[in-house]
């Protein structure tokens, strides 16, 4: 039993990923985020994020959270909104999966999808939920706060208190590296800081996916990016304050060419329906375990559950269009007759 939905976020399994596993000599492990209530693992951040902007006073009862998301945050911020009596009004781009959207209105978010601009442009969607905050702070009767995920140190603290010592306790000590593609990078930095705080000899890998610039950044000092992804989420292009004092030990560039095969096997041969992040952050695991040799424990992060992109992951037409392979059983129909 618990008192509120609050208290079934985190806390969540570390699953073993059985192929890649056995195809590394390694054992590795993915942190299951999608059983989250708002499957995925930015519900953390939604929590500590709201938790801290009550202790500093900026929300009384009906006050409004304002942000800027991919969607997870926004899902995650409205699931701990609602339980605790708030309003969430949510800025998303237009290109932003259907099922994420869908899901944010159901929940009672206020939506508002923008175009997507680059985080220069002041219509950037993390720059317009920053102004919006303001207006609605002045205007509306309880007041209003932004959560700004991508600067407020409250998202990694979230991963700090809670995903690094449920890692660290659920592997009884024995773990040797934890892999992360960033967003904001809350879950990479804050659960690398977490354990090397535990164990400095953890090391730390960064997944990037194509379109990112962090790979380049740790690799060569250069803030540069080419090529794209069809993940959702991930992809960075500069130093957020969540990353600020953070340095991965290995930092890889993972194509969506290598981490999507790795979701559909998965679907397939170990029951697990994962999102695309998820995959680019196995692949690294992957690249980890080969780096590290046979023999050590790999963690990594499930961030959401798969039905989530539907309509993109799992659609072949959609495959298709962006010159991405995809299994047969994806087009397959029923072979049993009725
Ligand atoms: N995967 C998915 C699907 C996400 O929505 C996010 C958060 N934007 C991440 C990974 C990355 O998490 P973080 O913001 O903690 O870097």
Redesign the pocket.
């Known amino acids: 039993m618990t008192a509120s939905v609050l208290e079934c976020i985190g806390n969540t399994p570390l699953i073993r990923l059985k192929k890649a596993s056995e195809e590394t000599g390694c054992e590795i492990y993915g942190k299951a985020e999608f059983m989250n209530p708002g499957q ?3 519900d953390r ?1 939604g929590l500590f994020i709201i938790r801290d902007a009550e202790r500093r006073g900026l929300l009384e009862p009906g006050g409004i959270v304002v942000e800027g ?5 926004g899902i995650g911020l409205t699931v701990v909104a609602k339980a605790l009596g708030y309003r969430t009004v949510i800025v998303i781009p237009e290109t932003q999966s259907q099922e994420k959207k869908d899901a944010l209105r159901v929940l009672g978010a206020e939506l508002i999808e923008v175009p997507a601009v680059p985080y220069r442009n002041p219509n950037n969607y993390v720059k317009v939920s920053g102004r919006l905050a303001e207006q609605l702070a002045a205007s509306s009767p309880h007041g209003a706060v932004w959560a700004n ?2 600067d407020n140190v409250a ?2 603290e979230g ?1 700090v208190a809670t995903t690094a010592e449920e890692i660290w306790a659920q592997t009884g000590g024995k773990v040797d590296g934890f892999v ?11 659960t690398a800081i977490g354990l090397k705080a535990k164990n400095a000899d953890i090391k730390i890998a960064l997944a990037d996916p194509l379109g990112a610039a962090l790979y380049s950044y740790y690799t060569t000092g250069e803030m540069k990016s080419e090529g794209s992804s069809i ?4 992809g ?1 292009g500069r130093i957020t304050a ?1 990353l600020d004092g953070f340095t991965p030990d290995f930092a890889y560039q993972v194509p969506d060419a290598e981490a999507l095969p790795i979701v559909f096997d998965l679907v397939q041969q170990e029951g697990l329906c994962l ?4 995959g680019i ?1 196995i692949a690294g695991a992957i690249r980890l375990a080969r780096e590290l040799g046979p023999g050590h424990t790999i963690v990594t ?1 499930l ?2 559950y798969g039905t ?1 992109y539907q309509s993109k992951l799992f659609n072949p037409e959609f495959l298709r269009s962006k010159d991405l392979p995809f299994p047969a059983w994806m087009e397959g129909t029923s072979t049993i007759a009725v």
Request: proline residues 0%; positive net charge.
């Open positions: 995925s693992v930015k951040a998301t991919a969607g997870n945050t995920q991508f998202n990694r991963h992360a593609a960033v967003g904001t990078g809350g879950t990479l930095a804050g993940t959702e989420g991930i960075q969540n999102g695309g992040s998820s952050n992060v961030c959401d989530r």
